[in-house]
């Protein structure tokens, strides 16, 4: 477990990549070391999770290799292209142009109807949308008799997939959601996990997925597990029960610290459902 992981696709099958990839916060004292010297690279078209205790640097992970934040050393890779040293109006096209993000607060906005929602990135941009792509999307998130519908007027489980579909709608080089599942009940949360695996199988994305939840992490295909701001371990074809049991050996480890909230030392959920959540 000491050992650290690097590296999880060959770089040219990389939708993203980061060597060395450090992040400090504060200084002096006060000084975190939220990303210690990461090496990874997130295969193209496969679905990978990303789990780890609160604090273990999941998030500034996912906003390091997304470009929504600087590094403090190493370099990081959108597909072939480096991002570390990119000047702000540079990344934020790239970002636009190749990252799709879902939220847990699904962030649509209230006002728009669904299709509106789905669209407005490419609005913004002033880009227009590849209608057969679109089409495929909603399809497959199986949208399309709610595209008229407000947000207020949708379940939550089917505005998460309306802010999934409005990730993948200017077909990003690669989607991540941040605990996409924490907002919704077991069934919602399925339903998008579905949808997300969907997006990968059948329409050939690549989704990064920061979760807690092991029942969420038995849907990708690789499972990432930070600890300290470091990859400890990866797991392929993961199980919520495998999953579950890698956490608490993390948790139970003798240098984890005393009372640290892991999220993850209990049993997945209370509303955890059966077979379906644990499998594809
Ligand atoms: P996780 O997503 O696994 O809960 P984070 O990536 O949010 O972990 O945080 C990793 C570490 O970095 C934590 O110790 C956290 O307190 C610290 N951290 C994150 N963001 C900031 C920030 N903006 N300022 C200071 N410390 C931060």
Redesign the pocket.
């Known amino acids: 477990m000491s050992t650290p992981v690097t590296g999880t696709a060959p770089s040219g099958e990389a939708a993203a990549r980061a060597a060395g990839l450090t992040k400090t916060?504060?200084m002096g004292e006060t000084r975190?070391v939220?990303l210690d010297g990461v090496d990874v690279a997130i295969g193209r078209g496969r679905f990978t999770a990303v789990m780890?205790?609160?604090?273990?640097?999941?998030?500034?992970?996912m906003h390091c290799l997304a470009g929504l934040d600087t590094v403090s050393a190493g370099r990081v890779w959108l597909g072939e292209r480096e991002i570390t040293g990119l000047g702000d109006r540079e990344l934020t096209r790239l970002r636009r142009d190749r990252v799709g993000f879902v939220f847990q607060a699904f962030n649509l906005l209230p006002t728009l109807t669904a299709e509106e929602n789905i669209t407005l990135p490419m609005d913004i941009a002033g880009r227009r949308p590849d209608g057969p792509w679109l089409r495929e999307v909603i399809d497959t998130l199986r949208l399309g008799d709610r595209l008229r519908h407000r947000p207020a007027q949708l379940s939550g489980g089917q505005q998460q997939r309306v802010a999934c579909a409005r990730a993948l709608a200017a077909r990003p080089e690669l989607v991540f959601a941040d605990e996409p599942t924490g907002n919704l009940d077991s069934r919602s949360g399925l339903e998008v996990l579905r949808f997300l695996r969907a997006a990968v199988d059948t329409l050939g994305q690549t989704v990064v997925m920061?979760t807690h939840d092991p029942n969420a992490a038995a849907h990708a295909d690789l499972v990432l597990f930070?600890a300290d701001?470091r990859i400890v371990d990866e797991m392929a074809g993961p199980t919520a029960e495998a999953v579950l049991e890698r956490m608490q050996i993390f948790s139970d480890a003798p240098g984890a610290p005393p009372g640290k909230d892991t999220g993850l030392s209990g049993p997945p959920s209370p509303q955890a459902p059966g077979p379906a959540s644990g499998g594809r």
């Open positions: 916060y504060g975190v939220a780890g205790p609160s604090g273990s640097g999941k998030s500034t992970l920061v930070l701001g």
